[in-house]
Nanobody, 126 residues
């Protein structure tokens, strides 16, 4: 199971922290990635942490977004600072199968076996 939270509406320059809680993973081998989709635009990968623990970001969010994970809580966080109107989108997290790092190591390519959350809306006003 995958569940996002933390979306909302902020003015440009504001901050939000998204959370993605996963369940059903027996150990720390769980891989989750953040994606987003704006109206009339294709889905794009935002950030993830690969199997070596290296954070990966799409260019447009580098320096503004920070991804982190809490293995004890099995939660992935996305701290978003200095938000821009172009960050407005529905944000989704996708989780790979237990023990598989395919999603994170091939990011931003989608993993057809990933489980997706319902999404959380982020709206940034100018």
């Amino acid at each position: 199971q995958v569940m996002e939270s933390g979306g909302g509406s902020v003015p440009a320059g504001g901050s939000l922290r998204l959370s993605c809680a996963v369940s059903g993973y027996p150990d720390d081998s769980w891989c989750v990635a953040w994606f987003r989709q704006a109206p009339e635009k294709e889905r794009e990968g935002v950030a993830t942490i690969d199997s070596s623990g290296v954070p990966i970001y799409t260019d447009s969010v580098k320096g503004r977004f920070t991804i982190s994970r809490d293995n004890a809580k099995k939660t992935l966080y996305l701290q978003m600072n200095n938000l821009r109107p172009e960050d407005t989108a529905s944000y989704y997290c996708a989780a790979g199968e237990a023990g598989s790092w395919y999603l994170c190591n091939t990011f931003p390519d989608p993993d057809p076996l990933a489980t997706w959350g319902q999404g959380t809306q982020v709206t940034v006003s100018s």
